[in-house]
């Protein structure tokens, strides 16, 4: 697997420590970074965002490196069928720039999005709890 290959950058749910150990099982390095044209919202009429291109604006979250093929598998499997893995391009915090994989949400899919912005804060203080029930009882199948 190629460098590239083995890295995600993620921005929503898998941020949060218990819901990524909750998904892939094992602890990862994550570094800071942000992506540039994208925005983050809510999929609507669920706890977790996805995201869209949109000139001028960020979204930040974390650099994963060093993922395994089971690591993909599990993050697949968490994954809903309207995310697909793209390539993109992400700016870590040095302003180095990496290629890295992202779960997005293609333009033909983009009316299972909110017009609302997805906060990390809120999520965590109003709906972790919730979602880490629904994380488990997905992971089991």
């Not at 890295?100 to 999005?113: G, P, Q, R, S, T």
Request: negative net charge; hydrophobic residues 40%.
């Amino acid at each position: 697997m190629s460098s590239h290959e083995s890295k995600l950058f993620i921005y929503g749910t898998l941020l949060f420590e218990q819901v990524w150990l909750e998904v892939v099982g094992r602890g990862v390095k994550k570094q800071p970074a942000y992506i540039s044209g994208w925005v983050r919202l809510y999929m609507e009429g669920k706890l977790y965002p996805g995201i869209k291109r949109k000139p001028d604006s960020i979204v930040h979250g974390a650099l994963v490196s060093g993922l395994t093929d089971q690591d993909w598998l599990r993050l697949d499997k968490f994954e809903d069928d309207i995310y697909t893995r793209s390539s993109i391009e992400v700016t870590l915090n040095n302003n180095a720039t990496t290629p890295a994989f992202a779960y997005i949400i293609e333009d033909v899919n983009h009316k299972c999005l909110s017009a609302k912005l997805w906060s990390i804060d809120d999520f965590e203080k109003n709906n972790l709890d919730k979602f880490l029930i629904q994380v488990n009882d997905r992971m089991q199948l």
